[in-house]
């Protein structure tokens, strides 16, 4: 059929049924299922964290429907499957409150994990958010000649059962997080004990009287070994790199909201200079303890490659008393020890692999542009990374946590509305012109 009468035809079904949904036989499902191919009238949003909550919100407030796609079974898969049991929002309440919704008053300045979740279903439900679960987007591409993106999902371990989605708006918001970073060692296979990543980590309880080696000293890894101690355990940290560990409050205030008080006054260098300054009487010098500061400045150095400082919750003075060893890079594993580059070996029954997450948007968005190849983020530095070309968006993909994506989403839904309103006359998206290429 010709497609512009291909697209009429569709048109007149998608003013009986707005997500008009076809089969199509023999799709590429796969194990010998068809593929059904859904007409989406508003932008689809792929992933149904805080970022893709907050971005069908800001949507809905503006008048926009919105289709969610999550490959769990649940919203912030991240916050409810691969978090810690004693996790805290790291950052105080109100920075990391969504777009119209502020947390509870009765809730602490730092939420824990089970309270941020209560807030964000919560969330969803004033919003009427209704993410589709187990749909794991595994391809999307901009299909020029029709003028939409074509957004392939695999519904989860139901093989051959597949769904197209064709909308005209793409948002992505699968996360700086969505894939856990393994490294490889020498003698991996060969060690006997268990080794984890931090996603799998809930507590310190099955580690009781254990050696346990922790790799990584970003906020994860320094609060996994300080459950580790009050669970009884012995850990020791490998730190690789040069950290900035700072107090979570100084001054009666959270050192976050300070430093954002003090950077509407003064210049960064000199805000970096005061909260290393204080951070030096209240911690010491952390250097003493094996914890080199980078030279440049904690605030700089986030705005410059992201790197966030550790905000200490009690980790510090664990280091300071010798209940958590500090260890160089790892060399090698063998069968029941760690050796270090120093030439020490040491004998541990675990590890725990406190080595992040990287982005897995390269995986299953095939555009050229936008997201970077290697690193999965947008080209585009902050604040200008959360638009690309053709209809397609980013949301909390700017290294500025619950905050950052906030902005993102209410940019985005600003920016799609005023698209949205220019053709609301026209009753559905297939309405808009046919290809011209
Ligand atoms: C331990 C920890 C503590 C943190 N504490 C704070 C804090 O206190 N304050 C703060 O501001 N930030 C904090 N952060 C940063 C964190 O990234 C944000 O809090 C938040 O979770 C980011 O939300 P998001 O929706 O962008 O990503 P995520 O929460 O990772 O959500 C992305 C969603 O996309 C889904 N998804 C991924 N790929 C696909 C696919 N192909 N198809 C379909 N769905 C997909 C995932 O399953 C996931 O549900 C913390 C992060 C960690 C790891």
Not at 304 to 318: E, F, M, N, Q, Y
Not at 396 to 414: N, P, Q, V, Y
Request: proline content about 6%; glycine content about 12%; some cysteine.
């Amino acid at each position: 059929m010709e497609m512009g009468s291909y697209l009429r035809e569709i048109e007149g079904k998608l003013s009986n049924d707005p997500f008009y949904t076809e089969k199509i036989s023999g799709g590429g499902g796969g194990g010998g299922g068809g593929m059904r191919r859904v007409w989406v009238p508003g932008p689809v949003i792929v992933g149904a964290g805080p970022s893709g909550l907050a971005a069908a919100a800001c949507l809905k407030q503006r008048g926009v429907p919105s289709m969610l796609l999550e490959r769990s079974n649940c919203i912030a898969s991240l916050w409810q499957l691969k978090t810690y049991d004693r996790l805290r929002l790291h950052l105080p309440k109100q920075f990391c409150e969504l777009p119209f919704m502020g947390f509870p008053g009765d809730f602490p300045t730092y939420p824990s994990k089970q309270q941020f979740v209560k807030y964000l279903e919560d969330y969803a439900e004033r919003f009427d958010i209704r993410p589709r679960f187990n749909e794991m987007v595994a391809e999307a591409e901009y299909d020029r000649t029709l003028g939409f993106w074509r957004v392939r999902s695999k519904r989860g371990g139901c093989h051959g059962d597949e769904t197209e989605y064709v909308c005209r708006w793409l948002i992505v918001a699968t996360g700086e997080n969505a894939e856990a970073v393994v490294p490889e060692f020498d003698g991996m296979t060969e060690f006997g004990g268990s080794i984890k990543h931090t996603s799998l980590y809930k507590s310190g309880e099955e580690f009781r009287g254990k050696k346990v080696l922790v790799v990584g000293c970003g906020n994860s890894g320094m609060e996994v070994c300080l459950d580790l101690c009050e669970h009884s355990a012995s850990p020791s940290l490998v730190v690789r790199d040069t950290v900035h560990v700072l107090p979570r409050e100084m001054l009666g205030r959270s050192t976050f909201g300070l430093s954002m008080w003090l950077l509407k006054w003064f210049p960064i260098r000199l805000v970096d200079g005061f909260l290393l300054m204080v951070s030096r009487l209240m911690l010491g010098d952390t250097a003493r303890f094996g914890l080199d500061r980078p030279i440049m400045g904690p605030l700089r150095l986030k705005n410059l490659s992201g790197k966030t400082p550790v905000l200490d919750v009690g980790t510090l003075a664990k280091i300071k008393t010798g209940h958590i060893k500090i260890r160089p890079s790892i060399k090698r594993l063998k069968r029941q020890a760690v050796e270090f580059v120093d030439g020490r070996i040491e004998r541990f029954d675990s590890i725990i692999l406190a080595t992040g997450y990287r982005s897995n948007v390269p995986s299953w968005l095939k555009e050229g542009e936008m997201f970077g190849k290697k690193d999965g983020l947008p080209r585009r530095p902050f604040p200008n990374g959360w638009k690309g070309e053709n209809g397609l968006y980013a949301v909390g993909f700017t290294k500025r946590g619950l905050l950052g994506a906030s902005m993102d989403a209410k940019r985005i839904a600003e920016d799609i509305e005023r698209c949205w309103k220019a053709e609301a006359k026209l009753s559905t998206p297939t309405t808009l012109s046919p290809p011209s290429t």
